[in-house]
């Protein structure tokens, strides 16, 4: 899909950094063993996202999420939270 779709001007940094794994192109053994190395950590930085994503603000015990949460801009790790935990979020609004 990045392929047919590109990548927003915004992105292509993130997209170099992640060509190692072998994002938008057809990955080679080398980097699908890289990305298989790698879950582990990005699992638990997703699931300490998500954590930030639910309790981001807590006032006599009511729990308001991410301001951000529903309008994600380029926080790719806060979207990755969210739907880590469901298909998505509102906004606060």
Avoid at 7 to 20: G, H, N, T
Avoid at 36 to 45: F, I, M, R, W
Avoid at 57 to 85: C, E, F, K
């Amino acid at each position: 899909m990045l392929q047919r779709n590109g990548v927003p001007a915004i992105d292509r940094d993130k997209l170099e950094r992640w060509a190692v794994f072998g994002l938008g192109t057809a990955p080679t053994a080398a980097q699908a063993a890289a990305l298989t190395d790698a879950l582990p950590a990005l699992n638990t930085a997703l699931r300490t996202g998500a954590t930030r994503a639910v309790t981001a603000r807590m006032v006599q015990r009511w729990v308001y999420p991410d301001p951000a949460i529903g309008t994600y801009g380029n926080d790719h790790g806060l979207r990755a939270a969210v739907a880590l935990s469901g298909l998505g979020a509102l906004p606060p609004a």
